[in-house]
């Protein structure tokens, strides 16, 4: 019987945001707040894994 298997986990990522024709005062926030740096960063900046996080978690289904 064939069954399903689900693999979650956690894994660092390197990314890459390119931020173009931004004012002076919009530096200045993303430079005075590490969490709206962090919003920046989408789907689409994710460049590879860098690692898989050794807690890899499995379930098998039929």
């Not at 390119?18 to 989408?42: F, G, M, P, T, Y």
Request: hydrophobic residues 45%.
């Amino acid at each position: 019987m064939k069954k399903t298997v689900v693999l979650t986990g956690k894994a660092v990522v390197s990314f890459r945001k390119v931020i173009k024709d931004i004012d002076d005062d919009e530096v200045a926030e993303l430079l005075a707040s590490n969490d709206l740096r962090e919003a920046q960063i989408d789907d689409d900046d994710l460049l590879d894994i860098e690692w898989i996080h050794d807690d890899v978690d499995m379930k098998v289904t039929p």
